[in-house]
């Protein structure tokens, strides 16, 4: 009898003295990112839970990875049967698809070529007449994955003088257009984003009257003299007289027009403005 109670006393110090062997134990999973397409540059978040499916409390540490490189490690404490989520945001810079990690889960995240514009074909006339409207084109085209908005900005004279966004998406040409308008004669130079080309504006045509010659000094009363004069073009461009009207200044005529005088001994001089 002494020796059973004994051995119960033995059996009752073991149950409660021995040490525990429970451990915490982890199940991962799944692995979340979102977005799962993104233009490069833009940040990720990749998420996973961690379950502790073991009797102890225990942490754990996720190491992330972005195509095969270690980007970032954070650590967690998960009570026993307990779930955590362990989060991490970072930036996939380099276009194309990556492959995100966390352990042995792995999921992949496309990267789209940010919008990238290309600007040629510059167009505008080389003349232009002072005071009228050209037109100024370019094309632009996007060499990108994704729609975007590209600013032009035109120079004449290297001072900005317009500007327009345009949105252009992706793979696809726009054109753009600007109108411009010169009001002194003189060179000047056009620039589009780069894109160089010279333009000429020209004096418009302005007529010069020499060598006025009168037939008679006086006529009758509804009779005719003949009026004729040496005109000169002193603009750059060619032009033609507009039709003249009698007034009482003697100063310029075209050649060959002929004139009704009005009242005896009173003339009237032809005159057409420059």
Known sequence: MKKLLIMLLMIM???????????????????????????????????????????????????????????????????????????????????????????????????????????????????????????????????????????VILKVDGVEVGTKDVIVAAGESKTVSFQLTRDKPGAYTIDLEGLTGALRVLKPAEFKFNNLQITSEAVKVGGEATLEADIENIGEVEGTGRTCQDQEAPNQAHAGYRWKGQGSGNPRWLHIPK
């Open 13 to 151: 110090i073991v149950s409660l003295g021995a040490p525990s062997c429970a451990t915490a134990e982890f199940e991962v999973g799944p692995l979340s990112i979102s977005p799962s397409q993104i233009v490069a540059g833009e940040p990720i978040v990749a998420e996973v839970n961690v379950s502790n499916i073991g009797g102890a409390d225990g942490d754990y540490s996720a190491n992330l990875t972005i195509d095969g490189r270690s980007v970032e490690t954070k650590s967690v404490t998960v009570l026993a049967g307990a779930t955590e989520t362990i989060s991490f945001t970072c930036c996939l810079e380099g276009a194309g698809i990556h492959t995100v990690g966390l352990g042995s889960i792995t999921e992949t995240v496309t990267a789209l070529r940010p919008a990238e514009f290309e600007i040629g074909s510059l167009s505008l006339p080389p003349e232009v007449i002072e005071g009228e409207a050209i037109e100024i084109k370019a094309d632009i085209k996007n060499t990108g994955e994704v729609e975007g908005t590209c600013p």
